[in-house]
């Protein structure tokens, strides 16, 4: 791709038009460039077995609804054998279907179902760690220090007299220490083991040869089912720095106050880099265009690039999009820092608002004031969001996300507008965040909500009995995709009209200028191709220069030349 420095005083005041991000034919037949992907949480998509917990062949049954959105990909969540401990993210084995899903030969009709619609499957990858009752787990677990089996993961002796104290001080992103203890055979306390999640989700010891070669069986296993790609779980984890040394900073190993990300000796190391380089030549063995797509939550944006470089992964989601604030300069900002940070690895910018781990776009944009837990989910006790006005930020981001040049994400309910279930009784909440906290953070379930269907059926068709396993807010009838379909003001239709003309107008693999001579702090405004986009996220009507509205975020925001707050729009310019 090709990069131009915006001239002027900078992409925040406004500058002359001059493209910040350039489209290029050099890579149109890489469709992974401009794609639309679909993330499937499949416990919460459709569940036909009755059971309350979604399935593979809920989704393959509804593969004509996800082909009316025009998407290239569909992104499963995990679906292999799992205790479930941590919604399948714990795997107890990576080349089999957990019988709460299906089966292989679900898997197979899937692949088959989204091939003939021209849907791609890609899964989800957990190189990072796996469930405490995967056998080499268990291996390890019954066989001595220093064995090749307690090779497989990081297994040390503990400090202190006796080893009572852990090996070190790092924190579990889900709370409390991210060691636990043995007990040997013959129930002496024994070494620790690293689990930076929970305590059932061991890590593996990626400096063992024996881990690459494992999981290069794992990738041929899938790829030789005919997956499209991996988007790989955690993928800045997987090398920890030698000695292990202590940590101060976050747990996330995001930057804070005197601990910049960069520093962080359990993530982004250098030598994680070989690893992708290897599964990219496996990957480039076989035909078809198969992706990898990084879960690396990396700042600043230009070390997060280094993981798209042409011999590494493909694609890799863009976290300081997805956590913009509802401020144009703002949000124009990490575009711009986007678009350049990719452009110049030549790797595609994607753009996100909302997945399984995060509160949904519609409400975090429906909160007025900044909240304590926004990022750890919203409970009955908190201030709730503005639910119309989550609703239309939502409609409008989406608009200009899918305008925008790169590849687009999607979290299943989005296109229908479903907000977090935000008042959800504690009682059924099972993230692990949630309980090894003690409930100080409540987790990311109120994301996790079981999808309506019909709106007149009990839990709204999710379930053929009716069951789900967690609870359906009562006033999600209105949202079903039945009642959505018929209604062509729909989050639903919108979605689908843009999405449309996303594709007719070749926007993903477009170009993008910022459009001059607006209020840099309410509005973003740019051009790709004929197309100019415009969001208000001001307090007043904005005027629009003339062309032929092609879609706006809601009936009537476009209205005698002038766009209401909170609405966008997209014109065609002659």
Known sequence: MLSHLISGTGAETGPSLVPLHAASSEHDRQWWRSSVIYQVYPRSFRDLSGNGVGDLPGITAEMSSLAELDIDALWLSPFYTSPQ????????????????????????????????HGIRIIVDLVPNHCSSE??????????????????????????????????????????????????????????????????????????????????????????????GGFRVDVAHALVKKSGLPDWGGRADGGSSEGFPGHEAPMFGQAEVHDIYRSWRRLLDSYDGDRVLCAEATIDPL???????RPDEMHQTFNF?????????????????????????????????????????????????????????????????????????????????????????YLYQGEELGLPDHTTMPHDFRQDPT???????????????????????????????TGSAWLPQPADWASLARDVQREDPNST???????????????????????????????????LNGTVLTVLNMGTEPMSLPSGEVLVTSEAGAAADGFLLPNHAVWLRLS
């Open 492 to 526: 639903l239709n919108l979605y689908r009209s843009a999405l449309a003309v996303r594709r007719e107008y070749a926007l993903g693999a477009g170009s993008l200028a910022w459009w001059p001579d607006v209020d840099p702090d309410a509005v973003v405004a740019f």
């Open 85 to 116: 401990n941590d919604a399948g993210y714990d795997v107890a084995d990576y080349c089999a279907v957990d019988p709460l899903f299906g089966t292989l030969e679900d898997f197979d009709a899937l692949v088959a179902k989204a091939s003939g």
């Open 134 to 227: 995967h056998a080499l787990f268990q291996a390890a677990l019954h066989s001595p220090a220093d064995s090749p089996e307690r090779d497989m993961f990081i297994f040390r002796d503990g400090a202190g007299e006796n080893g009572v104290l852990p090996p070190n001080n790092w924190q579990s992103h889900f709370g409390g220490s991210a060691w636990t203890r043995t007990t040997n055979t013959d129930g002496a306390a024994g070494q620790w083991y690293l689990h930076l999640f929970d305590s059932s989700q061991p890590d593996f010891n990626w400096d063992n040869p024996a881990v690459r070669a494992e999981f290069e069986r794992v990738l041929r296993f899938w790829l030789d089912r005919g997956v």
């Open 320 to 408: 300081a999009y997805l956590h913009h604030p509802w401020h144009a300069g703002a949000l124009r900002h990490v575009i711009s820092s986007s678009l350049e940070a990719f452009d110049k690895v030549g790797a595609p910018t994607t753009w996100v608002l909302s997945n399984h781990d995060v509160v949904r776009h519609a409400t975090r944009f429906g909160l007025e004031d900044q909240q304590e837990r926004p990022g750890d989910g919203l409970g009955p006790e908190d201030p709730q969001p503005n639910h119309a006005l989550g609703l239309s930020r939502a409609r409008a981001a989406t608009l200009l996300m899918l305008a925008l040049p790169g590849g687009v």
């Open 302 to 308: 230009d070390r997060l690039s280094d993981w798209v």
């Open 434 to 464: 949630y309980h090894r906290t003690g409930g100080a953070r409540l987790g990311r379930d109120g994301c996790r909500i079981p999808l309506p269907w019909y709106s007149a059926a009990d839990s709204f068709g999710f379930s053929s």
